[in-house]
């Protein structure tokens, strides 16, 4: 059954291909379809299109139908090519006339618009818990090593003083920048494009700021023609958030590797948290990381992906779109997998604490004395090369001392203003007035 | 003459390579080194590391190399590696002991992060200028040619009416979305690295949050080694913003070029903003279009080549990230002249006014005659079917006329509410802030 | 079951997450995998480490699995990591101490490298043949249709007389130049990397120019840290190869869709290729084409993520080289869809035979009427002035007559010359030695 | 001046932001537009379109230009857009009506396709005498270092023993298998597009067969639409193939870089190779290895942007391939210059001699240990248990002996077959072919 069926039918082989995955897909967003579908006819019944009976009984079965999707049982039917037919189909079964009648006055391009939207912001929801799980796991490690120094490198030789406090604590600074970019792409998401149709409005004098209330939206994307266009910038500012996400994780990743390395020895991992080899019988890697690495860089190559689909593409829908749906859905979990496994992981970090004692860390110390000259009241540059001059000729002794007070130093780390800049973060995404609509809508009637 | 060098010399080649265009690129953001430096001496000499005469001096010839760079007769000599080693050595030939002073508390690494930070502050401030310009003449040409139709287009088919209101008024939107996402990497970009030294801070007690005041920071890259690792992330996150802006401008180039196609002819621009060919006497080609559109495209390829580049790295600085620094400045003046060149387009173009009456547009209405049925009571899907039986007897008369009402659609623009978007979003970059902080510095002794 | 489990056992969370979909995805290489199993205990008999009863008990067990992945019914069980695993596993169940035996000399990292090798060249042999068949399909076209003319465009002005037989051909000579490039792929893909083990070889004296000839490989990848290099640069160089041909396709279906366009009007697809829209009444959509594009870009996008992935990190195996695996599979059956695709799209392309007489083309041949003055003894530019002069003035008036002899030119198709070029390129691969060995190993006891 | 100026003027700034950098870049290709243009006129002259007087006097001022060019002295003069304008405005202005005769039978498409693969065909023999070069060293290193034995890493964990011999020796073989795509990518750099012209052929009776001669091409792209879509296809093979070779010396730079940090200290370059700090006295960093891998990851980057200017535009000529000009080749120059400072620096580094003495790295035999036990009849899977247990129980006792004997391995590296591979590739180029056509055309009157 195809909504635009006129008695002719499409070749087998053709549908298959032009279909693809989009019926195991569709299932990803079908709870969301069927909310915009409430919001929709209850728009429609506003502006006279159903009598309040029709509205009632339509909103009874489309509580059905989320009940079903819900208990896992909803499926899209051979034959049917998406969740908006398919809804379609089953209320013009069951009801009648008033199921022939909800595709008024939109489009499946807007309705896939609009799915796409609710589902992102609910999965950006989840994201930034898990984000903020992260996080805080992240500061106390960082509070609680506070005290245990590393090497810091600079081009991986070894450089000045660091701190698995600093180390820490970076992770969790580099979150909150990245939670600062995903609230602009959440802006974007959180505008409601229903009401834009094929791209061009429609006749029906469909009231689109009373969707974006009963919905929950901040704004909408007001012009029909842009509406359409935001598919691609949409999905592309939220991959490029996620991306963000992804590259502290994937930087942090490889941190990890490096120093699980024997040559380094400065973290482990538990023994269950590490594989074997075939035929090496003394190893422990770290696939973990290496996998949630990998992970990450497959879903920063994604806006790269979305720019090679879309671009040089005239403004107007194109099927081209349909097949970044499957990856812009996946993302949300390949991502959360690794927030949560790298979750995991730092907090069953174990970190050997006495790193520094070998003496290949040596001239980490020689800003140290460069600067103790400095407060001294030598000059910087001559200080730098009086140092210089001593460890060439070999008769650097290093003090080995910490003194760093400013902010953000190993002595200072600052982890409260940035744990107060994450809370200023979250409450600006301001999710329970989403939540709260979205409630409201499935309580009426 | 290297700040390190300590009686070896570089081997002369490998000098030449790994210096590349620095000594040229560093002049575009020479004028900020020395803004950072006039804060950096200024806090130094709080907490004691100048007299206030030295500070004085200190002061005054950083403004002679101010005047030198604004007259465009500064120089990075042969043998100074870049920016930062001219003018400290200028500063120590002028100055003796204060010049050789004030590298105290500082490094090289969070001296050109904060160079570049404040060059792009500056740069998306123009920048927001020009997208403003461009929105101005879109909006005004929305408004002028509300009433001029055109086919709308879903597959590259004929779709359903829409008209130049829309059409102009969709790019304007396009760009309060893109300025929403840079808002927020102006964000990441207004926050003050400046004190992170090598990555690892340092044991002079340097005063962050004054140096944050003097140069107007919103805040600070708090945690030493995520300030070091937080180039990355706001390079990239600034260019993702800067390819979302040429996005939409390369996808009105690609409208603009079909439509200008013989076999659209919707719109044309003047003779003089066309070029021809060298066999064809006949040719009025776009290639302003086409040059937006592959400038655009190129812009949108560094987010990538920024992945390329710094991917798999772990943390703490390499001179990797030295060769971003020519294309993340060169993109600013890249993006600009695309932005100038498509307000100069947008504003001569000349629009076809009688499109709608070639008859291959005649099924724009279909959906016009469903609605019609639709209001009068059929339900949706009888009246898609009835209408589609119409077409395919060859019986459908389409009735040529527009009642679009609803928000976003051909009779009603909704270009009001875009403007007090755009204003708002200006509003929130709070650029005098900035402005009027660096005027304070320049103005202080 | 783990290989280098001992006695401990991998937290389940890590496990599912480092595992992911390789119980699956490895069932595509499961075949391969035995294959090479086969020759390795071929090998390692011949330097004593099996006796002629085992090696013989070997091939038979190794051939009920070969059989058992024909069937379909082969499964990697729950709990054991990968193919390699339960071949071993179960051999070692069947047979005992020989089964055992048979991972000596051997890595996980070579056989993985191993399997997939022999998967691509299998692959790449029946892509090979998709593409000849696609590409026989457009020379017959180009003949069939060599007489309809088009216009041809550039900077999508009208430019100059075309023909349907120039574009058919086009591609078809477009693929010629994809093989030439595919083959050098195939000819790092047809290296034997099996003995490189880990990457750093064995102390097992190994035989590896045997195997190399019981696989039917060109030549070895022979040092070993390079054989494991190779990966990359293998999976990267097919990618590219495959991503080649995907442009060929991705660029053919833009044409497809512009010419199917009302504004073009040159083509068409029998109602059954395509699709409706679910608002209007009237659409016919190329959804077959838009889907080929955008199946296509995808997989240009794939060499980036590669990179992506793989960039900067150091020589010796990784697990992130895990996550290339499913897509460097699954991308030849992707570009095998799009290449059926498009072979019945030209198949049943239909061809409007009128379309230049549609007045916008006049201006087609103007180049024509300079050339006439050129052969007739003007000079190029003067004769192209005075033609610019008349067209300016209203006077041009074309002769329409195509007179193009020159090779490649409409007159002169050069099909011939194509198709013995494509002859020239399927011999060079050299399938049927591959296959020879393949069939011999399998016939072997 | 226009070629196609008709009195009118193009608007100032269009033009100049049309042209962009042409005028520099075109000098690039100068010497080959010449060398096109003599072929060229050579058969125009063949067909009758000049008198032997004519293409005399026409060969004798194209060699003036050439001598011109050859001395850094010719220029493109404001106002004229490019090479090939300039060299008809020069012939035209010294030799009147020949001159402007010389643009028939062609277009400025086919010119500057032409010029840029003379360009590449010469560059590419530069840059395979580059990689020979480079190549050499290492095989020299290798065989020098065969017994400097250096732990093996997989998962960035110790692993196996490998050796100095081994890690050079890899990566010389990573560079035949880059001559092996680069080669692919030369035969379609080798083939001739001219007589194409805007990409439809001509009505003048060019002989291409004759230019695809005078050339040397070993082939032509015959189809005058393939011959314009090819531009794309034949620089995004080149830079694919250069990219690989990229991927090559980024890699050996990823490892240099670690093995240069004092947690490895396996080599170190000679003081004057290395750069400091401007505030760690003691800093000797890897800057010229991190500088050829950015330069490297740039130049895998461009494919990529090729691919993003050129996805979904149809068939025909784009200014937007314009952009390409520059980078494309630009990236001969870049990818050079890394070729030669990777040579420089493998010829002086230093090796470490003693680094499996270091107790970190006693479990690298352990495979040995079982492989010795597998010599000795036990099986494999049983051999590694037991080594497991005594590495668990800490009996495990390494017996430090490397005997490792096949293809590949640290005892039989097999230079001298990837010696003689190489030897192939570069005789399968066939340069003298090319560079005696050229040297004939030179000569000819």
Redesign the interface.
Known sequence: M?????G????E??EQ??I?KDREVDLKIAWFDVLGTMAHVQMLASIG?FTSAELGSLMKELKNVLLSIEKGTYRIEEGVEDI??QV?KDL?ERLG?AG??????????DQVLLDIRLFMRQEIMYLVNRVKSLFDVLIKQSEQHKSSYMP???????????SFG??F??????LT??L??L???Y??VNRNPL???????????????MTSRLLGFE?????????Q??R???E??VS?AL??IA??L??FS??A??F??????FIRLP???T??????????????F??I???C??I??F???I???S??????????????KERSIGIFEELS?SL??TL?AVENMIINPNILDDG??R?LF???E???R??AGE????A??K???L??SGD?KPHIE?????????GN??NK??QE?MERLITGFNFPAASAAIERLLSSQ
């Open positions: 195809k909504l635009w069926g006129k002719r039918s499409l070749d082989k053709v291909f032009t693809g299109l908006h037919s379609e013009s006339e022939e009648k909800i595709h008024a006055g939109r489009s499946r391009n810091g490198y600079s081009h991986l030789q070894v450089a000045m003083p660091s600093l180390w604590g970076a992770y969790a600074e580099s920048d990245d600062t970019l609230q602009s792409a802006h974007l009401g834009s149709a094929a791209g061009y409005g429609t006749s029906i004098p469909v009231n689109r700021k704004d909408l994307n007001y012009n029909s023609v842009y509406a266009m935001s691609i910038k949409v592309k500012a490029n991306a963000s590259a502290t994937a930087r490889t941190d590797c490096l699980m390395s024997q040559n380094f020895d023994d269950e948290f594989t074997g080899s075939s035929i090496m019988p003394h190893k422990k890697n770290p696939d973990l290496e996998t690495r990998a992970s860089n497959k920063q190559g806006p790269n992906e720019t090679l689909i671009g040089n593409l005239p403004s107007g829908y194109f099927r081209d779109y349909q097949l970044l997998s949560e496994m995991r290949k860390y001239y020689s800003v140290e460069v600067n103790e400095v407060m000059s910087f540059r001559d730098y090369r140092v210089a001059d460890i060439e650097f910490i003194n760093h007070i400013h902010e953000g130093s190993i780390l600052c203003e940035i800049r």
